[in-house]
């Protein structure tokens, strides 16, 4: 038999998992973050500088989704959070059931921030809701200031932009008024910061972001 | 009445027009090379160089694949290759249909080596046939070192790996060594060149293999 799959199906199907997810983790007051990139944007180092950076007061559990291999979630575990690793044969995002069997494993009740770690890629992720309370978009300095023209539709999806690797400025042509400005003509109400995870810089006002989220979805900001 | 896409006949029919574009380009002696990578790893960048590099001994042409925008095929037109912008509207691959249209409007005759600069994304491109003489992967040492892990699948499909902004080497860690020992695991036949578009260095061996692969699909080495 041909396998037949219906792509208007596939997307309901999803977003009623979603649904789901969004529940289960409301039940147990975790604020899940969606974290999407190009490949080596520096999402897992992102998750790694915020744990450090989160210290006792903030509870971080995270799910890796990747095509193949363990290495970020090693990592991950390596900073002493629960962490699930997705490896998703191919795919080239998560999806909802996904994360759903990744939920099952999870030890929710003892988890404040969840990092959903995409696959990295800055095209299909977004067209599957995982049951996130937010979405964020790591881009880098050396991948260009011109991604927001070239890549509308993730620019436009997501509720914060982190610009990483800062400290390459130096080294290569970017623009930040520019990749600003374009931002801007996309997704004017997105929060937008710049950091870098090499040095530390820049990781107060993205953790602050991520409390004042955390208090918002539990109701007590 | 719902879109019921097949994937299996997708894929069939992709691979009857990219035999047909093969066809094309060999009755016009071109060869085509797809070029894919993450976002902002140079594949632009390396197509200016190697035009520059080529100078008139060689007669480029481009194809130029993004979800929107056309900035990529300007840079390219104002340096004097003849060029057409594919935009995919969402799409995040090329596919043989796209390039057929694209071939329409290219002087074919006029050109010997034809760039397919891929959509940038490191998953979904591999899928599809274009009609090319061979695929390049374009890394870039800021991604970093364990990409060949994460993305097994598009490391094995292609002729040769290029790794681009090695001037940026003194500044992010990245263990050239251990690069080359995942590729070689992977895919043990594929030509490997370091390179750096912004500085130039390297790209000699570089415009040799493409010479060396004009040549053999001319039947002329």
Known sequence: MVQVPIVR???SANERIAEENRRLLEMHRVCAVNIMASPGAGKTSLILRTIEAAGEGLRVGVIEGDIASRVDADKVAAAGAPVVQINTGGTCHLDAPMVRAALEQLPLGEIDLLFVENVGNLICPVEFGL????????????????????????????????????????????????????????????????????????????????KALLGRVRGTA
Chains 1, 2 share one sequence.
Not at 148 to 167: E, H, M, Q, R, S
């Open 9 to 11: 199906d596939i997307l």
């Open 131 to 210: 049951g996130e309370a937010a979405r964020v978009l790591v881009s880098s300095v050396p991948e260009g200031d011109d991604k927001p023209y070239k890549y509308p539709g993730i620019f436009a999806a997501v509720d914060a932009v982190v610009l990483n690797k800062t400290d390459l400025a130096p080294y290569v042509p970017f623009d930040r008024a520019a990749f600003r400005r374009l931002i801007a003509g996309i997704n004017p109400t997105a929060a937008f910061f710049e950091l870098s995870c090499a040095t530390g810089e820049g990781m107060a006002a993205w953790a602050a972001w991520l």
